[in-house]
């Protein structure tokens, strides 16, 4: 399985970004895609997922600000970010859920800075 994310960037804090992520190399399925992200030090934290049926979780602490979405025909991967905080810089990762591929790829780094 490859995962390629893509879209990370420095954006001033209350700014927006859109991740990308690519999934190839096994049948994709939206039943449990799910966007992580690390913090040196840290340890990785799962932050949004989606489900069967479209249905979608978050952490509490990007709950209204952050929208994970798919394209299942371009087996797609997305993660709207809006609102964004000096904490939300990290290594953005996608993955499956429950439980994850052991390959993560390379992420892509979110910095907020001012």
């Known amino acids: 399985v490859q995962l390629q994310a893509s879209g990370g960037g420095l954006v001033q804090p209350g700014g927006s970004l859109r991740l990308s992520c690519a999934v190839s190399?096994?049948?994709?399925?939206?039943?449990?895609m799910g966007w992580y992200r690390q913090d040196p030090g840290k340890q990785r934290e799962l932050v949004a997922a989606i489900r069967s049926g479209g249905m979608t979780n978050y952490a509490d602490s990007v709950k209204g600000r952050f929208t994970i979405s798919t394209d299942n025909t371009k087996n797609l991967v997305y993660l709207q970010m809006n609102s964004l905080k000096l904490e939300d810089t990290a290594v953005y990762y996608c993955?499956?859920?429950?439980?994850?591929?052991?390959?993560w790829g390379q992420g892509t780094q979110v910095t907020v800075s001012s």
């Open positions: 190399g096994t049948i994709f399925s939206i039943n449990g």
């Open positions: 993955n499956k859920i429950a439980p994850p591929w052991p390959s």
